[in-house]
């Protein structure tokens, strides 16, 4: 569900010092990049490469090439909420069938992880550079079309299906971001620190409970900005007031496993206190990967049972798919907050409304 700056400032009037200059832009007051185009675009490959390597060590992946586009009809290339239709075209050489631009690799990820021939044991997985198109996303100041992830998936056993389980992999991606901010910083000294020394877990029950009368990027907004970095735990599935926190497809992440009699899911968001924008700022979509029986219980919640006659789906029921956890890390969106810029077309080359990209211009925000 994107969330525009201005939606949460007008809502929760906490942004008064910010200025929206449309209903998907906001510009904070005398923007003045901290780095130039040069050392930008130099800080970009070493927070890349740092955070790359660092996050292979802490979760034990091996790198391996993506695809840009698959088959479609296979299932294998994801929904995201559920109804965002992919780009598609035909092929039309000696090959004669229609492909879709990946919008994920969620799925992909895990048939990865049982047909590549060196194998993957329990406990090790592995990450790729995912790029993909998301032609239906509202562009703003954290999203646009063009979408670029550390996607990543891992072996897991049944045991391993819980939210502690949950939560030490996201302990160690955080440590992970901390560690590379302070690469950072004794590189770069003018870009500060921000990112508190734990990241605190709330689930989406909770935010409901905490904030009844607020809308759930308000409530993101809110605990984001008491705790500076927050885990949303369970999103997907009805919550008391019976509509989710946000929209999950029914065939990748588990979002209905009854974890206590109070809660379920067993997946989530890691947002961050964003203080140059003022607004919560989301750094990754994880969970724990649908078994059999969870992904029909899902399939027949959504409507969607037709999918169990796709080819992905198919091989999940008989048994030819691992456990898995896994989710994807946004890269641009790790640049855009470790060097305090104002917009994601700072640190990535994509296409705004004309509008925009005035606004940027006369406001000293360089899109490249």
Not at 15 to 24: E, F, K, R, S
Not at 174 to 194: A, D
Not at 298 to 309: A, F, K, N
Request: proline share 7%.
């Amino acid at each position: 569900m994107p969330v525009t700056a201005r939606c949460l400032a007008s809502s929760l009037s906490a942004c008064n010092n910010l200025v929206p200059m449309t209903d998907n832009l906001i510009i904070p007051p005398e923007y003045d990049p901290i780095l130039d185009l040069f050392e930008t675009e130099k800080a970009i490959r070493q927070i890349k490469e740092f955070f790359e390597l660092n996050l292979a060590e802490a979760l034990n992946l091996r790198r391996v090439t993506a695809p840009l586009f698959v088959q479609k009809g296979t299932g294998i290339n994801d929904d995201l909420n559920g109804s965002e239709p992919p780009v598609t075209f035909r092929t039309t050489g000696n090959m004669d069938y229609e492909v879709e631009i990946v919008q994920s690799l969620a799925k992909w990820k895990r048939m990865a992880l049982a047909d590549y021939g060196f194998g993957f044991n329990h406990g090790e997985g592995l990450y790729t550079d995912m790029n993909a198109l998301r032609p239906s996303e509202n562009v703003d100041n954290l999203h646009s079309i063009y979408v670029d992830q550390w996607d990543w998936e891992r072996v897991i056993s049944s045991a391993e299906r819980s939210v502690s389980f949950l939560r030490s992999i996201v302990d160690r991606i955080y440590l992970v971001m901390r560690r590379t901010e302070r690469y950072v910083y004794e590189r770069y000294l003018s870009v500060k620190p921000i990112l508190p020394e734990a990241i605190t877990y709330i689930h989406a029950e909770e935010l409901e409970e905490r904030y009844p009368d607020l809308s759930p990027p308000e409530r993101e907004f809110r605990a984001a900005e008491e705790f500076g970095a927050i885990f949303v735990i369970g999103i997907g599935a009805p919550l008391k007031s019976g509509k989710p926190h946000d929209g999950r497809a029914p065939d990748y992440d588990d979002w209905t496993t009854q974890t206590s009699p109070e809660t379920k899911g067993l997946n989530g968001d890691i947002f961050v206190w964003n203080p140059l924008l003022q607004i919560p700022f989301e750094i990754s979509s994880m969970g724990i990967r649908v078994d059999a029986d969870t992904m029909l219980k899902q399939l027949d919640i959504r409507g969607c049972m037709d999918r169990t006659e796709l080819p992905w789906h198919k091989l999940l029921l008989d048994g030819s798919l691992p456990q898995s956890i896994g989710g994807g890390i946004g890269q641009s969106r790790l640049c855009m907050l470790l060097l305090e810029k104002a917009h994601i077309g700072e640190v990535q080359v994509s296409h705004w409304p004309k509008e925009v990209v005035d606004i940027c211009r006369e406001s000293g925000i360089p899109l490249l």
